[in-house]
């Protein structure tokens, strides 16, 4: 009687903490929606009704991670500003160009479900992207309306938006570089190529070089400043 009286969120909590478990120790290919339904004691039918496929569920739970991550809320919840557009740009380089060097394979593995996504169905990569866009997208298109307010970037054409993306899909394709156990590409030093990374986005998003010297720093956009230095002579 009292699993007739649970309700839906409960329900699917439950869900996606036999999920958790399973993905963990099977990983994500090795786990099926069925062994799913077995480890939350329901049938497989019913856990179509929260979930429509497995990487809906795996999708959820990455969302889940960021969520229950301070260093991330604490960023969602900065005033929309330059400091803030320049920040989500630079906390997103450091964290793909860390996944090829971390010890965290599960964060290698998801990188590589990512890419594979988009060569098959497309399913995992379109409900990854539709959990980021709801996570970050209001915070960033925020604070680059702010950028452009303050005349720290020039004004956009078009859906303010797809910057971000074109900035996640280039930071993306430099990671996949470095996850072979050979990089298919060398770019150099790693200091360097964040720094590089982060100001080739920042300059395409439109931000100028005084707002990337000023907001940046020193040590990662030393060209930029010396660049705003010269043009203001």
């Known amino acids: 009687m009292s699993s007739l009286r649970m309700t839906s969120d409960l ?3 439950l869900i996606l903490g036999a999920a958790k478990r399973c993905f963990a120790r099977h990983g994500y290919t090795g786990t099926t929606t069925k062994s799913v339904a077995a480890a939350a004691a329901i049938s497989e039918a ?3 009704k929260h979930f429509p496929s497995k990487a809906a569920l795996y999708a959820e739970i990455l969302s889940d991670e960021c969520e229950a991550d301070p260093a991330f809320i604490e960023l969602l919840e900065r005033e929309p500003s330059t400091a ?3 920040e989500v740009i630079r906390r997103m380089v450091a964290h793909f160009l860390r996944i090829a060097d971390g010890p965290d394979q599960e964060e290698a593995q998801r990188l590589r479900l990512m890419a594979t996504s988009h060569l098959d169905d497309g399913e995992f990569a379109r409900l990854l992207y539709a959990k980021i ?3 970050i997208g209001a915070a960033f298109v925020g604070s680059l309306e702010r950028a452009v307010a303050a005349g720290d970037a020039r004004p956009y ?3 303010p938006l797809n910057l971000f993306w074109f900035a996640h899909h ?4 430099a990671a996949l570089t470095r996850l072979p156990a ?5 770019y150099g030093k790693a200091n360097d190529l964040e720094r590089q990374l982060c100001e080739f ?3 395409g998003i439109g931000l100028n070089d005084a707002a990337i010297a000023s907001h940046l720093g020193h040590d990662q956009a030393a060209d930029a400043g010396k660049a705003a230095i010269a043009e203001s002579a």
């Open 182 to 186: 050979t990089p298919c590409l060398a």
């Open 46 to 48: 019913l856990l179509f």
């Open 133 to 135: 866009e709801t996570l």
């Open 157 to 159: 054409a078009g859906d």
């Open 201 to 203: 986005l920042l300059r």
């Open 84 to 86: 803030t557009l320049v």
């Open 170 to 173: 280039a930071v993306m394709t």
């Open 11 to 13: 329900r699917r909590q």
